[in-house]
Antibody, heavy 122, light 108 residues
Framework: EAQLVQSGAGVKKPGATVRMSCKVSGKNFSDHYIHWVRQAPGKGLEWMGL????????IHAEGFQGSVTISAEKSTDTVYMEMSSLRFEDTAVYYCATGGVSGGVVHPFDVWGQGTMLSVSS | DIQLTQSPSSLSASVGDRVTITCRAS??????LAWYQQTSGKAPKLLIY???TLHSGVPSRFSGSGSGTDFTLTISSLQPEDVATYYC??????????FGGGTKVEIK
């Protein structure tokens, strides 16, 4: 059974950088896009971007370009999401998620990580 | 960018009621539309994809319909365990996957 296990985040100060990880198991790592989704407290879901682990190519959503870097490490079947210049508004739960075999096509997200909470506080 | 607008933003219904949630896209998105259920404090769960295909293990009281710009999620007989927030999502383009704003469903 496919599983995404997340780690990282915690409490960070404004202006800091945070890196979160998402370890993939039960799926062929290179076959599935891995996405990141953010959810601020009491708010809805916001897609941040994706990475294709096959070649490391990432697409970042318009609102996150320049502040977020999504990457993949084949040797450990792990995807990373790094956010820089943190602001109070980045306080949120961050999820990684994946869907069917990519093959150049985006699929809905049938497997989600457990989520990891980031609090930005001075 | 294509926007997804869900309505209503919240609703309260009785157990056994038929519940309908609408998701309207600002431009046509074919049928690359999914619905998710998120219960408090948990990660979302996929309910429906391709606008009307029930994901494995999802109760048959959930159904989806629509195409183009107008989509609907229906719960045929609301159960207590259906209390959750429901989101639609378009996934037709890797450049911009978008979620609707969510609909919170409560029991009256």
């Amino acid at each position: 059974e496919a599983q995404l296990v997340q780690s990282g985040a915690g409490v960070k100060k404004p202006g800091a950088t945070v890196r979160m990880s998402c370890k993939v198991s039960g799926k062929n790592f290179s076959d599935h896009y891995i996405h990141w989704v953010r959810q601020a407290p009491g708010k809805g879901l916001e897609w941040m971007g994706l990475v294709d682990p096959a070649d490391g190519e990432a697409i970042h959503a318009e609102g996150f370009q320049g502040s977020v870097t999504i990457s993949a490490e084949k040797s450990t079947d792990t995807v990373y999401m790094e956010m820089s210049s943190l602001r109070f508004e980045d306080t949120a739960v961050y999820y990684c998620a994946t869907g069917g075999v990519s093959g150049g096509v985006v699929h809905p997200f049938d497997v989600w990580g457990q989520g990891t909470m980031l609090s930005v506080s001075s | 960018d294509i926007q997804l607008t869900q309505s209503p933003s919240s609703l309260s219904a009785s157990v056994g009621d038929r519940v309908t949630i609408t998701c309207r896209a600002s431009l046509g998105i074919s049928n690359d539309l999914a619905w998710y259920q998120q219960t408090s404090g948990k990660a979302p769960k996929l309910l429906i994809y391709a606008a009307s295909t029930l994901h494995s293990g999802v109760p048959s009281r959930f159904s989806g319909s629509g195409s183009g710009t107008d989509f609907t999620l229906t719960i045929s007989s609301l159960q207590p365990e259906d209390v959750a927030t429901y989101y639609c999502q378009k996934y037709d383009s890797a450049l911009a996957l978008t979620f609707g704003g969510g609909t919170k469903v409560e029991i009256k």
